[in-house]
């Protein structure tokens, strides 16, 4: 048998290598690099990279060629606008990471110990977590990609694996903050045995490993119709679990609660962008003429999914958790693109992944702003007046928090209005009665968190609004520009995404 030598594009490829390569050289920093210089080398070299991946990205978009590495990676119209928007959350999140006083000083130390008291008491700067994101982002460049089982299984490891790590680096915290960690790891391992498992069947139903193959073999009704519906059904639980949908869910509110809070904005945003992409290309590809098969369970899913997040949030009174099944309802909005199966739904996905990412980080990052002498405040109950301490911090919020319920103006309406409009066309109206009735309950409690800081009056409870450095106001300050401009100007962008969003098999 003759040995094939491997055929790579390395332009097509050089958004994700770039990443690598930085990372690699971080790696290297942390080692020889005194502890004085190592944040500044590490985030010029972070934010280098992210920047540059970005313009490479930008100039691959018209490529013709969309084989990049022996066909188990396809770079076409909607893997560089996902590839982008993943890129652009994780730079603003960058400057929200930079702001270090939210890491431990130091990881390995057991919470509470003497070396880590030292460690605090000497000015110890964790920057190792500059590695770690530019790994994890190179594993969410490579999700949305990937055409075959086992490249979407290397991505799902590359961008899950920094992240266990990233979760139990809190400051404050620290055992709740391990908690998390612990929890998010055992959780992802389950989820990734799962994947494997319905990857298996798919193979064993189509004989192939790659997207176009089970795509033939679905089309030609080959194989056994029972692996297939457990292919699909336990390759779902693996990607359903990393964008929090019900039931697969109970990770998010305390890994979101425990993680350090620059860390669950960056996870929240960016990993939903990488995973709802690869749905989208694995239903729209390699599923979509098996649509009798997944759609009512997915549709089902959705509404619950919607339904239960909305409904548990109102009960939250902690900020972060509050969050946490906001975004589990969000998931729920975004599987009505999957359901939809059509151009309108693609479209729609995809701007709805940007712009809700975008708020996202912005949301988290006042989050952080909050403080007592203990660090942060996350008690929505100690956020009372807090429109009359800080009118900026306040009204930031508030912007961030209608763009989530979709009010007119901001880009989550415009996202809400586009992805429940391509579901309705596709007969989805099950879903969109839902989706509807569950946005109208987000709204009340997203509007008595305003309420909340505008009417009522501050207690005197040491809390108070603290910008640690220019880097955290950069982060809300465009997070601010572009929630706002998507919901006033969204038309550039959605007729952008259109023109550009086109599968290739």
């Known amino acids: 048998m003759d040995f094939a030598a491997p055929v790579l594009n390395y332009s097509l490829l050089s958004p ?87 890491f431990t000083a130091l990881a390995a130390a057991l919470p509470g110990s003497d070396e880590e008291r030292h460690a605090l008491q000497s000015g110890n700067q964790v920057t190792e977590v500059y590695p770690l994101t530019l790994f994890a982002v190179s594993g969410m ?75 033939d073999a679905v089309n030609g009704a080959a194989g056994n119709d029972v692996f297939l519906l457990i292919g699909i059904a336990f390759l779902s639980i693996g990607l359903l679990f990393k964008v929090g949908a019900v039931p697969f869910h109970a990770w998010s509110p305390d890994v979101y609660q425990g993680a350090p809070t620059p860390v669950t904005a960056f996870m929240a945003a960016a990993t939903k962008v990488a995973a709802f992409g690869a749905m989208l290309r694995i239903f729209y590809t390699a599923f979509a003429n098996a649509q009798w098969s997944w759609t009512p369970v997915l549709s089902l899913i959705a509404i619950i999914t919607m339904l239960f997040g909305s409904l548990v949030a109102i009960t939250q009174r902690d900020v972060k958790r509050m969050l946490a099944y906001s975004s589990i309802a969000h998931a729920g909005f975004l599987l009505s693109g999957v359901i939809a199966l059509n151009k309108a739904g693609l479209d729609a996905s995809i701007f709805y992944l940007f712009a809700y990412g975008v708020a996202t980080v912005g949301g988290f990052a006042i989050v952080t702003l909050v403080r007592d002498s203990a660090g942060e405040v996350t008690d929505l109950n100690r956020w009372k007046g807090l429109g009359k301490r800080s009118p900026w911090v306040a009204t930031s919020f508030a912007v961030f928090l209608l763009a989530f319920a979709g009010i007119p103006l901001t880009s989550g309406f415009i996202g809400k209005f586009s992805i429940f409009s391509a579901a309705y066309e596709s007969g989805a109206k099950g879903v969109v009665i839902a989706g509807v009735l569950s946005s109208a309950i987000a709204a009340f409690f997203y509007i008595r968190v305003i309420v909340l800081m505008f009417f009522t009056d501050p207690v005197e409870d040491g809390t108070s609004v603290e910008i640690p450095s220019s880097l955290t106001q950069i982060t809300v300050a465009v997070s601010l520009i572009v929630t706002v401009a998507l919901g006033v100007f969204p038309a550039p962008l959605l007729n952008f995404i259109t023109d550009h969003a086109i599968f290739i098999r």
């Open 141 to 215: 460049l490579l999700f949305p990609i990937s055409s075959d089982l086992i490249t979407l299984f290397v991505a799902l490891e590359m961008l899950s694996l920094p992240l266990y790590l990233m979760a139990g680096l809190s400051r404050r915290r620290r055992l709740a903050s391990q908690e998390s960690a612990l929890k998010y790891f055992l959780l992802g391992a389950f989820s990734s045995a799962f994947f494997l498992f319905g990857a298996a069947f798919l193979y064993g139903y189509s004989s192939s490993i790659t997207f176009a193959g089970i795509h």
């Open 16 to 102: 994700i290598l770039i990443l690598l390569a930085g990372a690699l050289i971080g790696v290297l920093v942390e080692a020889f690099v005194s502890k004085a210089l190592r944040p500044i080398t590490q985030l010029s070299i972070t934010l280098g990279s992210l920047v540059l991946s970005l313009v490479q990205v930008w100039r691959i978009r018209n490529e013709g060629s969309t084989t990049a590495a022996m066909g188990s990676v396809i770079v076409d119209g909607p893997a560089v606008l996902l590839q982008a928007s993943i890129l652009i959350i994780s730079i603003i999140s960058v400057f929200l990471i930079a702001d270090t006083e939210q």
